[in-house]
């Protein structure tokens, strides 16, 4: 027992800071970064040939489309990190970089102030964002402090979590529990899938997005995107980002 003290006297805090302090580069990994150009103009035809998911248009990356490959930054593009952490309309995703998300009206359980319970629905996943997802909850990012906790159950849920890209099967268990969740509530799309089909795209038998499926409060993009892209979208759904004053 006493080594144990003295180890993590020796490391001190490793759990992050955010909100109250700004994500750390570490916390923003590769992932997370979409690519971009290093300065004003068209877009290299080159990058726009190599891109295998059509993100990359003559202006602008779409990083809810973008998965992430790193393709296009042997042909002129770099990671130059995410428009914002996350946004709240899709088409902000498609913005040059360094271009602010536009005001958003506020959240639907702003007015409640409190802890927040969250349900995942998988409606079509690799599993990567899952684990993202799982990753909020450990002791890095340790979602409890800021009264952030998972349920079983939608009907005791706040906030829905989709991840994966909508296959036929899920519509309907997707549109179950959103309906099965009491108001206020909200939901926030993890990922490329959700957003835009991500590196599935276009295969039979699956939904482009969420589309006309659920609405949704927050877009997390990434292939997968960092926890704590996730932790901001719920800290914002909620009315509690330090961000959203
Ligand atoms: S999907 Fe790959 S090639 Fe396309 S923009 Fe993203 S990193 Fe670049
Ligand atoms: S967004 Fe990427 S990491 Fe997440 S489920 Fe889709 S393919 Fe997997």
Not at 121 to 126: K, L, N, P
Request: aromatic share 4%; hydrophobic share 40%; with cysteine.
């Amino acid at each position: 027992m006493p080594s144990w003290i003295g180890q993590a006297a020796h490391r001190g805090i490793l759990t992050s800071r955010y909100p109250r302090a700004p994500a750390t580069e570490a916390e923003v990994p590769m992932t997370a970064r979409a690519p971009g150009p290093p300065a004003a103009g068209p877009l290299p035809a080159a990058a726009i040939s190599v891109c295998p998911v059509g993100a990359i248009g003559e202006r602008a990356v779409d990083q809810g489309r973008c998965i992430r490959c790193a393709r296009c930054l042997a042909h002129g593009l770099q990671p130059v990190g995410p428009v914002e952490l996350t946004v709240a309309r899709a088409e902000a995703l498609v913005a040059p970089p360094g271009a602010r998300d536009p005001p958003a009206p506020a959240p639907p359980l702003a007015s409640l102030g409190r802890s927040i319970h969250v349900f995942l629905v998988d409606v079509g996943s690799c599993n990567a964002c899952n684990l993202e997802v799982l990753g909020i909850a450990n002791p890095l990012y340790d979602a409890a402090r800021l009264g952030i906790f998972f349920t079983n159950s939608p009907r005791h849920a706040d906030v829905l979590l989709v991840v994966g890209v909508p296959t036929e099967e899920m519509v309907e268990p997707l549109r179950r529990a959103y309906e099965a969740m009491p108001a206020p509530k909200s939901v926030i799309a993890i990922g490329a899938c959700p957003i835009s089909g991500g590196a599935f795209r276009g295969n039979p038998g699956l939904r482009p997005s969420l589309d006309g499926l659920v609405p949704v409060d927050r877009f997390v993009p990434g292939c997968p995107p960092a926890p704590i892209q996730i932790l901001d979208a719920l800290l914002t759904v909620s009315g509690r980002n330090r961000r959203e004053g």
